[in-house]
């Protein structure tokens, strides 16, 4: 079975920045889309990036020219680089892998993340 760990979140001023890392456990890396999802309190929840096996990536409105996605398949994980922290960056991030053949979501418990003076 699949299981995600979100590590990274924390509490930072506006304009610091801020690394997350998600560990991949349970199957064939690979084989699997792997994405950064935030949800604000009252908000729905929102795609932040998401990098496919290939490498390509795609990013939210909101994030594109501050926010990275990487992903190392040595390493079973994916990050999310964040810059120029805004306070509506405060979420909780979720690190969610859809895989391509069965079209499955898995998705991590999420880590917080408060951009605030």
């Known amino acids: 079975q699949v299981q995600l760990v979100e590590s990274g979140g924390g509490l930072v001023q506006p304009g610091g920045s801020l690394k997350l890392t998600c560990e991949f456990w349970g199957s064939t890396f690979s084989i699997f889309v792997m994405g950064w999802y935030r949800q604000a309190p009252g908000k729905p929840r929102d795609m932040v990036a998401i990098?496919?096996?290939?490498?390509?990536?795609n990013f939210g409105d909101s994030v594109k020219g501050r926010f990275t996605i990487s992903r190392d398949h040595a390493k079973n994980a994916v990050y999310l680089q964040m810059n120029s922290l805004e306070p509506d960056d405060t979420a909780v991030y979720y690190c969610?892998?859809?895989?391509?053949?069965?079209?499955?979501?898995?998705w991590g418990r999420g880590t917080q993340v408060t951009v605030s003076s």
């Open positions: 990098i496919s096996p290939g490498y390509s990536t």
């Open positions: 969610n892998a859809h895989n391509v053949r069965t079209r499955n979501d898995y």
